[in-house]
């Protein structure tokens, strides 16, 4: 049974890219390491521990290998060690221009040089010892203060950003990590930049860019002029203050940011909680008793949905539909089936949940839409009466939004989905990111990216980013932080050996599966 995970941390993950832009890599054959990766994949990738000793000292494991880098006193380098031992202990350096020094503690000497050429042998810091940390993980998330609880949001009215939301509800919570030039950007959900005087700007200037520092597993933003980010004054308004070194005020946690939506009924209006704990179609505004925070779970593929007033969907006697639940069980679980632009949900009892004629919803159709029956058409071909099928009703359906994507980042099993240079079509093995703009379509989605073209399928199966007009692609989400994207054409979006994006898939699996 899935258990309750709204606000969970993110385990960082990273690369390391040397002075030569090129990417510190674990090698499972003999535990090697080189500096040869050009781009940023699973052998590139580490995860930052904390000493056990309570020292300044850390640790680097391979998430790859699960196995940790060691120094020895004679310089040579591996990852083979399955404990930690004396020799795994580094210090990070930062440096004036956001890359890390790893000094080894106990033997004091640089970690540096290129290719299969690595050593911890340097008495002194030249550029092949420097390392540019980039960040593994999705970029886009929620950002929660440390020292007050209380979660990052854009606020349009005083524009800034503030920490002050005691959830990460709406869209204005989100926050993408730009990576750019060895630095990282903070950008709202309305594609402004946050400068370190907080102010936000729609250009990512000098300013707008900070070095990223850890602390005990938590994040620091340092800005150019080495002072930090942190929350200042009653408001909480999000600007570097006077310290030059990370204390609590100035440490946050990245947290995943779980699908929030809106629901809408075949009354055309939206699925809410608003007049009490039934959970009813009778609203004509989306606001926040409209949201609802979707997850799914990743063995069984079903969803729950959580409400802002605190409770999730659960399914009660009768087959009514209350938003009362305070823990995921299986009466709060739903399977959700996909119908072209509209959603079916079937609840624990194995019944469909659909629209009542009050508008309140209930588990109680056995299938979607009435069952086929004979209707006259009232035209007669060889003396008998023809009859065809009715269409089937639409109260077990819904149209379902995504509300708290308004920039959009992809990444699937080979990387991330990004432009390719020189042409209209699209990488999707990329270790950088591009940024694209979504508007909803009556339950589907265009997609918009650079210079404001639109996403269009071409032939056989190409996908490009220079559309005048605007192709409706289907968002189906899948698994858990997962979609799978239908193009026109019926087939699902996938990256494949070419590392260009195509729409020939047949099934939303695999490399049809994308990190949003």
């Given at each position: 049974?899935?258990?309750?995970?709204?606000?969970?941390?993110?385990?960082?993950?990273?690369?390391?890219?040397?002075?030569?832009?090129?990417?510190?890599?674990?090698?499972?054959?003999?535990?090697?390491?080189?500096?040869?990766?050009?781009?940023?994949?699973?052998?590139?990738?580490?995860?930052?521990?904390?000493?056990?000793?309570?020292g300044?000292?850390?640790?680097?494991?391979?998430?790859?290998?699960?196995?940790?880098?060691?120094?020895?006193?004679?310089g040579?380098?591996?990852?083979?060690?399955?404990?930690?031992?004396?020799?795994?202990?580094?210090?990070?350096?930062?440096?004036?221009?956001?890359?890390?020094?790893?000094?080894?503690?106990?033997?004091?000497r640089?970690?540096?040089?290129?290719?299969?050429?690595?050593?911890?042998?340097?008495?002194?810091?030249?550029?092949?010892?420097?390392?540019?940390?980039?960040?593994?993980?999705?970029?886009?998330?929620?950002?929660?203060?440390?020292?007050?609880?209380?979660y990052?949001?854009?606020?349009?009215?005083?524009?800034?950003?503030?920490?002050?939301?005691?959830k990460?509800?709406?869209?204005?919570?989100?926050?993408?990590?730009i990576?750019?030039?060895?630095?990282?950007?903070?950008?709202?959900?309305?594609?402004?930049?946050?400068?370190?005087?907080?102010?936000?700007?729609?250009?990512?200037?000098p300013?707008?860019?900070?070095?990223l520092?850890?602390?005990?597993?938590?994040?620091?933003?340092?800005?150019?002029?080495?002072h930090?980010?942190?929350p200042?004054?009653?408001?909480?308004?999000?600007?570097?203050?006077?310290n030059?070194?990370?204390?609590?005020?100035?440490?946050?946690?990245?947290?995943?940011?779980?699908?929030?939506?809106?629901?809408?009924?075949?009354?055309?209006?939206?699925?809410?909680?608003?007049?009490g704990?039934?959970?009813?179609?009778?609203?004509?505004?989306?606001?926040?008793?409209?949201?609802?925070?979707?997850?799914?779970?990743?063995?069984?593929?079903?969803c729950?949905?959580?409400?802002?007033?605190?409770?999730?969907?659960?399914?009660?006697?009768?087959?009514?539909?209350?938003?009362?639940?305070?823990?995921?069980?299986?009466?709060?679980?739903?399977?959700?089936?996909?119908?072209?632009?509209?959603?079916?949900?079937?609840a624990?009892?194995?019944?469909?949940?659909?629209?009542?004629?009050?508008?309140?919803?209930?588990?109680?159709?056995?299938?979607?839409?009435?069952?086929?029956?004979?209707?006259?058409?009232?035209?007669?071909?060889?003396g008998?009466?023809?009859?065809?099928?009715?269409?089937?009703?639409?109260?077990?359906?819904?149209?379902?939004?995504?509300?708290?994507?308004?920039?959009?980042?992809?990444?699937?099993?080979?990387?991330?989905?990004?432009h390719?240079?020189?042409?209209?079509?699209?990488?999707?093995?990329?270790?950088?990111?591009?940024?694209?703009?979504?508007?909803?379509?009556?339950?589907a989605?265009?997609?918009?990216?650079?210079?404001?073209?639109?996403?269009?399928?071409?032939?056989?199966?190409?996908?490009?980013?220079?559309?005048?007009?605007?192709?409706?692609?289907v968002?189906?989400?899948?698994?858990?932080?997962?979609?799978?994207?239908?193009?026109?054409?019926?087939?699902?979006?996938?990256?494949?050996?070419?590392?260009?994006?195509?729409?020939?898939?047949?099934?939303?699996?695999?490399?049809?599966?994308?990190?949003?």
């Amino acid at each position: 049974m899935p258990t309750n995970g709204l606000h969970q941390v993110l385990k960082i993950q990273f690369g390391l890219v040397n002075d030569t832009d090129r990417y510190l890599t674990a090698e499972s054959f003999g535990f090697k390491v080189n500096a040869s990766a050009p781009s940023l994949k699973r052998k590139q990738t580490w995860v930052l521990e904390p000493d056990p000793g309570q020292g300044t000292a850390v640790l680097l494991r391979s998430s790859h290998l699960g196995r940790y880098l060691s120094a020895e006193e004679d310089g040579r380098v591996a990852c083979e060690a399955e404990q930690p031992g004396r020799d795994c202990r580094f210090l990070v350096l930062p440096q004036p221009d956001g890359r890390w020094v790893l000094r080894s503690e106990p033997h004091g000497r640089f970690f540096g040089g290129t290719e299969d050429q690595l050593s911890c042998f340097a008495t002194a810091v030249s550029p092949a010892e420097l390392w540019t940390v980039h960040l593994a993980i999705h970029p886009q998330a929620h950002l929660l203060s440390v020292s007050r609880r209380r979660y990052v949001h854009l606020c349009p009215r005083e524009d800034e950003m503030a920490a002050d939301g005691d959830k990460p509800w709406g869209v204005d919570a989100l926050l993408t990590l730009i990576f750019r030039s060895r630095r990282y950007c903070l950008k709202s959900c309305d594609s402004r930049y946050l400068r370190s005087d907080g102010r936000l700007v729609w250009e990512p200037e000098p300013r707008a860019c900070y070095t990223l520092e850890f602390k005990a597993g938590k994040l620091a933003f340092k800005d150019c002029d080495g002072h930090y980010l942190a929350p200042v004054g009653p408001a909480g308004t999000l600007k570097a203050g006077r310290n030059t070194r990370p204390g609590k005020d100035e440490l946050f946690d990245l947290e995943e940011s779980h699908p929030q939506v809106v629901l809408v009924a075949a009354n055309h209006r939206y699925v809410s909680v608003r007049q009490g704990v039934n959970v009813s179609a009778n609203q004509d505004d989306e606001l926040d008793h409209e949201t609802f925070l979707m997850q799914i779970d990743q063995e069984t593929k079903k969803c729950t949905f959580y409400s802002s007033t605190g409770g999730y969907w659960t399914l009660v006697t009768h087959g009514g539909i209350h938003a009362t639940a305070t823990q995921v069980s299986a009466n709060t679980m739903f399977e959700m089936e996909w119908r072209g632009r509209r959603v079916a949900l079937k609840a624990s009892n194995g019944r469909y949940v659909c629209m009542k004629k009050n508008g309140q919803l209930a588990a109680i159709s056995d299938f979607v839409g009435p069952p086929p029956r004979p209707a006259w058409t009232g035209k007669v071909a060889g003396g008998a009466a023809q009859q065809t099928l009715s269409p089937p009703g639409k109260d077990e359906e819904f149209t379902l939004k995504l509300i708290n994507r308004p920039i959009l980042v992809l990444r699937g099993l080979d990387g991330f989905v990004c432009h390719h240079r020189g042409s209209n079509q699209l990488d999707t093995n990329r270790s950088v990111y591009d940024v694209f703009h979504l508007s909803f379509s009556d339950g589907a989605y265009r997609i918009r990216g650079r210079d404001g073209g639109f996403w269009y399928t071409g032939s056989h199966g190409s996908v490009c980013s220079d559309g005048e007009r605007a192709e409706d692609f289907v968002f189906e989400f899948r698994e858990r932080g997962r979609l799978a994207i239908r193009a026109r054409s019926g087939k699902y979006l996938r990256g494949g050996a070419s590392g260009l994006l195509r729409a020939d898939a047949d099934a939303p699996a695999g490399t049809a599966l994308w990190e949003y």
